[in-house]
């Protein structure tokens, strides 16, 4: 006899339909699977063995031929454990319901316990595409997959209570989506706590507003970390499509915390310098999400940046400019979404003290060269704003003012967002940083003066054409948050005035 039941399939961000088909016939006991398993699928024969003895049923003693289909594509994980006991039960004759309209995933522990897996929303999604009704998942999953509207996802603790709700004795109730919390809002980092720095707090507001890639050089003990980590703080609300995007990143990736329903607030990644270019990127056999897709649609800082290994720093180089980053493999080829608002932080020379007003630099020519040569030009000419972050003055650690709080400049980073989501509607640009260069002129009109001084800029700065891009970007959004709809000259100004560390530091010796 044959039985069929459905489960998912994951490749990348893309989910499909994956056939469990179980055969019992006479021969030699044994058990097969087929259809591209990995190991972890293997293994499962042991697994469904020993929970079938352990619930109280009877493991056929004949032989088992279990085919995933599609076979042409590879099946990874655990997440097949409990379609293959469906399917075995009722091969065997031990179970009698109707699962035609329903996929079912999970890992079993000996005992028959569901335990959580990797990926649920994109499968959950997937499985909704395609037609099913019900979809039946581990219980620390289940708030995942409810966020899928128009699909019955049902919390299975352990294969008692499932087999129990196929067979009408009990009735699982689906699982329902958590509601948006405001939990952590007031635990987050507050720029209310920085004493002075207001230039560069300003300088991160911009970069908020319009999603820009930011560097912030200065002397240790200035602050640039602390400023950073706060940046989360300001930052504008997430749409609902941004939440589900990132998301399904999240969950494919296993970072989705356990009983979570969405990613509610822009990630903020932070990995250490000795990162690898494949943890950055993302990679392995089958190539998982890195650190660049798991800051999508939030910020990715790298604090100490010559201190990344150049490899590292330059597979940043084409993900930042595109949007997407892309994984080939000879089992074939991935893309992560990765729209990230790149943040940099580093010290101006090896001692730090370059420039400072009070400390002496101790570091020859030769060594602050080689130092700031380790950053790339090209990487370089994609961070938008150059924020120097000087030394703190002591009048303004003594002070007792409180410095202007997250919230209220999270409401002026929020009023520009709103300016760019009428203005962008329709067109599938998030934001100003990602402004296609066929609309830019369209929507970045400048006044004569503003186009005389970027002009000026222009031919006396040596601008690249993908620099003045991003000037008029970084531009466009200072007059967002004047409400501007021309950029005048007092906003292209300011955006000019950020790219000017480069010539300071990078260019002192020529």
Not at 167 to 173: N, Y
Not at 392 to 415: G, H, K, P, W
Not at 433 to 438: K, L, S
Request: aromatic share 6%.
């Amino acid at each position: 006899m044959v039985s069929k039941v459905y489960s998912m399939g994951l490749y990348g961000m893309d989910a499909f339909v994956v056939e469990a088909e179980a055969d019992l016939s006479s021969g030699l006991p044994a058990f097969e699977i087929v259809g591209l398993p990995d190991a972890a699928v293997r293994e499962a024969r042991d697994r469904v063995r020993a929970a079938l003895k352990n619930m109280g049923f009877r493991f056929p003693v004949s032989r088992i031929t279990v085919n995933l289909a599609p076979a042409d594509k590879r099946k990874e994980g655990t997440l097949y454990d409990l379609p293959l006991m469906i399917a075995l039960l009722r091969a065997s004759g031990q179970l009698d319901a109707n699962v035609e309209d329903s996929a079912f995933i999970g890992e079993l522990s000996l005992s028959g316990e569901v335990r959580p897996v990797k990926g649920i929303l994109p499968m959950a999604i997937h499985a909704r595409e395609a037609g099913f009704r019900r979809f039946y998942v581990p219980e620390k999953n289940a708030a995942e997959g409810a966020v899928v509207q128009g699909l019955e996802v049902y919390p299975v603790r352990d294969l008692s209570s499932l087999l129990s709700h196929l067979t009408g004795q009990i009735q699982l109730i689906p699982a329902r989506p958590q509601q948006p919390s405001a939990e952590g809002t007031f635990v987050r980092p507050d720029f209310a706590d920085v004493r002075g720095q207001e230039d560069a707090k300003r300088a991160l507001e911009i970069a908020a507003a319009g999603m820009h890639n930011a560097i912030l050089i200065g002397p240790p003990g200035s602050g640039k970390s602390m400023l950073a980590k706060r940046l989360p703080s300001i930052l504008p609300d997430m749409t609902f499509d941004e939440c589900i995007e990132t998301t399904k990143i999240h969950s494919i990736a296993g970072a989705l915390p356990g009983g979570s329903s969405m990613v509610q607030t822009r990630p903020f990644r932070s990995p250490h310098h000795t990162v690898s270019p494949a943890g950055l990127s993302g990679g392995g056999r089958i190539p998982r999400p890195g650190e660049l897709s798991l800051a999508h649609n939030g910020v990715l800082f790298l604090d100490e940046l010559p201190e990344f290994s150049r490899s590292a720093m330059e597979v940043l180089r084409q993900p930042i400019e595109d949007g997407r980053v892309s994984i080939s493999r000879a089992t074939g080829s991935v893309s992560y979404p990765c729209s990230v608002m790149l943040v940099a932080a580093m010290n101006p020379c090896p001692c730090g003290y370059f420039g400072h007003p009070s400390k002496p630099c101790i570091c020859s020519s030769s060594a602050v060269s080689r130092y700031l040569s380790r950053v790339s030009g090209p990487l370089l000419d994609r961070l938008d704003l150059h924020i120097e972050v000087p030394a703190v003055e002591f009048d303004a650690l003594d002070s007792d003012e409180r410095a202007e709080s997250s919230a209220a400049i999270q409401a002026r980073v929020n009023a520009a967002r709103q300016i760019q989501n009428e203005r962008f509607q329709g067109t599938g640009i998030p934001c100003n940083a990602r402004i296609t260069p066929d609309l830019l002129h369209t929507f970045c009109p400048l006044s004569d003066a503003a186009r005389r001084l970027l002009k000026k800029a222009f031919d006396t700065m040596g601008l690249s054409a993908r620099a003045y891009d991003r000037v008029l970007k970084v531009a466009r959004t200072i007059a967002d948050l004047d409400r501007s709809e021309v950029i005048d000259v007092i906003h292209a100004a300011e955006a000019v005035q950020y790219r000017s560390l480069d010539r300071k530091y990078w260019m002192r010796e020529l």
